[in-house]
C-alpha cells in the first residue's frame, strides 16, 4: 500500500489549491480515503474523508467544522487518485497535509505536502 500526495505549495488568503493524493498497491475504490493536517507545533487534524466507491454511500464525504464548507473532497477510481480541493484558503489553514487509509486494519499515510497559506 502506497499514498503519495502532491498540490501543495504558497497561496495567498482567498486563493484556492488542489491536493491529490495517489493509490497503489490495493484495491483503491473498496476503501475509504482519510485526509488530515498538522501544522507546526500542533497535533495532527482530521480535515476529512470520503467513503468508499463500493460503499452503499458511495463516495460519501464529511469534513471538520474548520473546513466545511470550503474544502471538497472527491475520487477517481479510474486513476486511483483521492483530491482535497481547498477554495478561500485562510492563513491557519498553513499545515502538512497527508492521506490515509485503512487496508487489512492496518493505517498508511503518505509522506505530505505543504500547504502555506500568506500574503
Known amino acids: 500500500v502506497r499514498l503519495l500526495e502532491s498540490g501543495g505549495g504558497l497561496v495567498q488568503p482567498g486563493g484556492s489549491l488542489r491536493l491529490s493524493c495517489a493509490a497503489s498497491?490495493?484495491?483503491?475504490?473498496?476503501?475509504?480515503m482519510m485526509w488530515y493536517r498538522q501544522a507546526p507545533g500542533k497535533e495532527r487534524e482530521w480535515v476529512g474523508t470520503?467513503?468508499?466507491?463500493?460503499?452503499?454511500?458511495?463516495?460519501?464525504?464529511n469534513y471538520a467544522d474548520s473546513v466545511n464548507g470550503r474544502f471538497t473532497i472527491s475520487r477517481d477510481s479510474a486513476k486511483n487518485t483521492v483530491y482535497l480541493q481547498m477554495n478561500s484558503l485562510k492563513p491557519e489553514d498553513t499545515a502538512v497535509y497527508l492521506c490515509?487509509?485503512?487496508?487489512?486494519?492496518?493505517?498508511?499515510w503518505g509522506q505530505g505536502t505543504q500547504v502555506t497559506v500568506s500574503s
Open positions: 470520503i467513503s468508499s466507491a463500493i460503499s452503499s454511500a458511495g463516495g460519501y464525504t
Open positions: 498497491g490495493f484495491a483503491f475504490r473498496n476503501y475509504g
Open positions: 490515509k487509509t485503512r487496508v487489512s486494519a492496518q493505517d498508511t
